[in-house]
């Protein structure tokens, strides 16, 4: 028989070994790899202090990915946190009722489409012959704004981060979505005898209530785009040039191209620290909102 | 459970009777235009890649706008034969494990975590949720060598087993929640007929809770069919690519043939749309209890 004191561990212990070993481990590692330098495939490391990150610090495709990676949070928060906000209001709003499931599910779907899937069938919208979206500014008359949206310096990410928009406001949509449902009917019914529109309840009743819900939103919205990957990776793979190139590529491409552990070890030290205070500030605004 | 019961009651409540309907049909005439327009900016894009998936490539360079002419099954037929297949049996095989172990072991966490009073439980439970923080991203590097080191780099398990550890703890999160709603007295007349901790597990709570393991399942499997840069980094053997990393490699494979291409990322999106359309419930109930993407 065994004690009531161990029996418990026992049943955690799995999680907490594979936890352990897989998640928490190699984050530990990692911060001791950064100050290294090292090849992946021979067991000698050698010592170089701080030296990744001063060579990172002074690297300028570190700043575009930085600025890039800015880019993805400004534009994401805006379309994704925002627009996703709005399409929940709309979805949840009376008038739309009868049609709102149809409309959530189609909204949804990108979401449970794989990134790789989306990717591709984007690197056909952007094709600069046939794709889809020149097609269509050539059918509105708008020729000269044709281009090789993905090819070019100045549209290369903006491209890029169009996909991920398009693939994740439904997700933050259907978060708002049961956030709002949430919200007890009353508050609604005092607001119209009020006399207040449909925009005053918006902002007087429906955001104030799901602040929680925004809080969240805008957490995962920020640390998605400081760690995102796929999209760019899949899409131009940072480039034209490094025109394209956020954190998560430089890192893959120091790590697996260059051969350069250590230093790619580095650049996911900064990608943890970033998103770390990220969080941290959010919680601190989060409170602070509660308070007052 | 709350959201669903909420969903529940506004898709049974009846409309409100309003004195003026043709005022609020006007004043919804702005709010059906933005839900059409971006109905068409999510359902053109994936209209087209059905469409033009059934097309010879000459015939999508011709015209990608029309229906085919005539509808090329063969298509599927050929991307399945150059891969797909193979990406498709692997992919199961990793979402299938993938989703038994990370379900069966956070089920056994949680019940030690909710069912048990001992010193350190709320550690215990911060260090499970912190996880949930953690991006993978981060810790590529050490978990490379890691999986080097184990000797599974370019196995199924360099895939499973990184899976499973990341989907631990909101799977934890999500079962948690539910296991603290079973009433004590349940499991207490259990253990008064001499029932051991186990059983009472495998015959009280997994059957009570099939609702949020279920749950726990889709999120895992919708998780893990869509991942990404584990699936390319961990795994280099063609025969055991997943899809997601499979078709770069299938993409490469057929750069010109754009309509296998295309029937291609057809058969690799079709299982989880097909699953998320039937299993919305649990989907959505997923989202609202555990609010953490991937």
Same mark, same amino acid.
């Given at each position: ?60 495709? =570190? ?6 990676? !800015? ?10 946190? =925002? ?6 209001? !709309? ?10 499931s149809f409309f959530r599910t189609v909204f949804f779907l990108p979401v449970v489409i794989s990134i790789t899937v989306i990717a591709l069938l984007f690197s056909f919208i952007y094709n600069p012959d046939i794709g889809l979206l020149n097609s269509l500014l050539t059918l509105l008359g708008l020729e000269e704004w044709t281009r090789a949206w993905l090819g070019e310096s100045e549209t290369a990410i903006f491209a890029v981060i169009a996909v991920s928009q398009w693939q994740s406001i439904g997700y933050i949509m259907m978060l708002f979505i049961i956030a709002i449902q949430a919200i007890p009917k009353e508050l609604y019914e005092a607001a119209e005898i009020d006399g207040a529109g449909k925009i005053r309840k918006f902002i007087y ?28 990776? !899949? ?31 580095? !650049? ?25 | ?32 235009? #933005?839900?059409?327009?971006?109905? #068409? ?30 509808? *090329? ?9 150059? +891969? ?54 981060? $810790? ?6 890691? #999986? ?21 703890? #909101? ?14 007295? *349940? ?58 990393? +499979? ?43 555990? $609010?953490?993407?991937?």
């Amino acid at each position: 028989m065994l004690s009531r004191k161990v029996v418990p561990f026992l049943y955690i212990a799995p999680c907490l070994l594979l936890m352990g070993v897989f998640v928490y481990y190699p984050i530990i590692e990692n911060f001791r790899f950064s100050f290294y330098e090292f090849s992946a495939f021979s067991p000698d490391k050698v010592f170089v202090g701080f030296e990744n990150f001063l060579t990172l610090f002074q690297d300028e495709v =570190f700043y575009i990915a930085l600025k890039n990676n !800015i880019w993805y949070a400004v534009i994401s928060i805006i379309f994704q946190v =925002f627009g996703g906000l709005v399409l929940a209001a !709309i979805l949840e709003d009376p008038v739309t009722r009868f049609v709102s499931s149809f409309f959530r599910t189609v909204f949804f779907l990108p979401v449970v489409i794989s990134i790789t899937v989306i990717a591709l069938l984007f690197s056909f919208i952007y094709n600069p012959d046939i794709g889809l979206l020149n097609s269509l500014l050539t059918l509105l008359g708008l020729e000269e704004w044709t281009r090789a949206w993905l090819g070019e310096s100045e549209t290369a990410i903006f491209a890029v981060i169009a996909v991920s928009q398009w693939q994740s406001i439904g997700y933050i949509m259907m978060l708002f979505i049961i956030a709002i449902q949430a919200i007890p009917k009353e508050l609604y019914e005092a607001a119209e005898i009020d006399g207040a529109g449909k925009i005053r309840k918006f902002i007087y009743v429906t955001v104030p209530q799901v602040k929680e819900m925004l809080f969240v939103a805008t957490l995962i919205t920020l640390t998605g785009a400081f760690t995102v990957f796929n999209e760019p990776y !899949i899409l131009t793979g940072g480039g034209p040039g490094n025109a394209s190139e956020v954190l998560g590529t430089l890192l893959y491409n120091s790590a697996f191209f260059k051969d350069q552990m250590g230093y790619a070890s580095a !650049i996911a030290t900064v990608i943890l620290i970033l998103t770390l205070l990220v969080s941290l500030v959010q919680m601190k605004l989060f409170k602070t909102g509660k308070d007052g | 459970m709350e959201t669903n019961k909420a969903i529940a009651q506004q898709e049974f409540n009846p409309v409100m009777k309003k004195p003026f309907r043709y005022k609020s049909a006007v004043q919804g005439i702005p709010l059906f235009s #933005i839900l059409i327009f971006y109905f #068409i900016v999510i359902a053109y894009p994936l209209f087209w890649m059905v469409i033009n998936s059934f097309k010879t490539t000459e015939e999508i360079f011709a015209n990608s706008w029309a229906l085919p002419q005539s509808w *090329l099954v063969s298509n599927y037929a050929h991307a399945w034969e150059t +891969g797909i297949s193979g990406y498709f049996l692997n992919s199961t095989i990793v979402t299938v494990s993938t989703c038994l172990l990370t379900v069966f072991l956070s089920a056994l966490g949680a019940y030690g975590l909710t069912r048990f009073e001992f010193k350190g439980k709320n550690t215990l439970l911060i260090i499970c949720m912190a996880g949930m923080m953690l991006s993978p991203q981060v $810790s590529l590097v050490p978990l490379y060598k890691l #999986i080097q080191a184990l000797g599974i780099h370019d196995t199924y398990l360099a895939l499973i087993l990184p899976y499973v550890a990341y989907r631990i703890p #909101i799977t934890i999160l999500l079962i948690r929640a539910a296991f603290l709603d079973v009433p004590k007295e *349940l499991e207490e007349s259990a253990f008064l007929d001499g029932c051991s901790t186990w059983t009472v597990f495998t015959k009280i709570f997994i059957p009570l809770n099939l609702p949020i393991l279920l749950t726990g399942v889709v999120l895992t499997a919708y998780f893990t069919w869509n991942e990404f840069m584990f699936a390319l980094i961990f795994v280099d053997s063609e025969a055991l690519k997943t899809i997601p990393a +499979g078709l770069m490699q299938f993409r490469d494979a057929l750069q010109t043939n754009w309509g296998v291409l295309l029937a291609g990322l057809m058969i690799s999106a079709a299982p989880i749309i097909i699953l998320f359309l039937f299993m919305q419930k649990y989907f959505i109930r997923g989202l609202a209890s555990g $609010s953490v993407k991937g």
